[in-house]
């Protein structure tokens, strides 16, 4: 088998995958006598027929099957050498895998945008979930980065603080509390809620504010989405905690309005967090470092609106 080339194996793989010399063809842009002429070469040196010929179908025989299998494991280790070499070279190319918060897909998606034009060659992987899928995630090593508001204190991670995210309390434009200020946040207690899911960051917030004041508010409607929550807000289902995030440009549309009650906005913060001790790729530690400094002028640029 020494003497059969990459270029054979290869020309092999692809005619097995097809069933067929002349897609196998195609998909390799070299003529169909060039791929027989191929693989009569590694027949004879394997010294077996690969394919057997039935009616029009080309089926693989025992040995082909064999070698099939010793190719893909050849062409998996020569994609994985490759992308050690990307590494070394500090070239930015390959996979980068990030789980999210869902308050945090109101931003994360653009930055994306501009650090894959920034960077061509990098591909993205992005999951959108909440607060305990993403710990659930970091447990078991999925992702090479996470964005979330809390980073947990059972798992043992590097973190590093992004953006302000405010927690607020949302309702229609037509609420009875909308106009008032400085609202005691016992009178709460009086309103029909819409809360999170079990699970979510968000709602483990809200809950904390309100052990903290010992208030029990009415739960009316648990929903999983944040546009979920703010369409049964305009629909006069209750009110309810959001990001401020998820509130811009369709507030205003929705009808939506935020209330002045004691103790909002919850002040949080999200946060970028590897596994402790994770060798972060080239693509990782460039989009950690890139994100780190957007977030900052986005901040920045915030503070300048706010005054
Ligand atoms: P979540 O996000 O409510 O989707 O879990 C909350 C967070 O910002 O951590």
Redesign the pocket.
Known sequence: MIQATLHQLRVFQTVASHGSFTKAAEELFITQPTVSNQMKQLTQTVGMPLFEQIGKQLYLTDIGRELLASCQEIFEQLDRFEMIVADIKGTKQGKLRLAV????KYFVPRILGYFCQKYPKVDVALEV????N?TRRMLENQDDLYI???PPEDIPVCSEALMN?PLVLVANKNHPLAQKKNIPIKRLTDEAFIL?EQ???????VQQLFAKHKISVKVRLELNS?EAIKQAIAGSLGISVL?EHTLYRESSELELTTLDVQGFPIQ?Q?YVCYLDGKQLSVIAQAFLEYIQEYTQKMDIASHLVSQ
């Not at 918060?101 to 945090?104: M, Q, S, W, Y």
């Not at 979930?129 to 305990?132: A, E, I, M, S, Y």
């Not at 699970?199 to 917030?205: D, I, K, M, V």
């Open positions: 918060v869902t308050t945090a979930t909440n607060h305990q993403i979330l508001s809390q995210n999170r699970g979510s960051g968000t709602r483990q917030a944040n990001s949080r999200w």
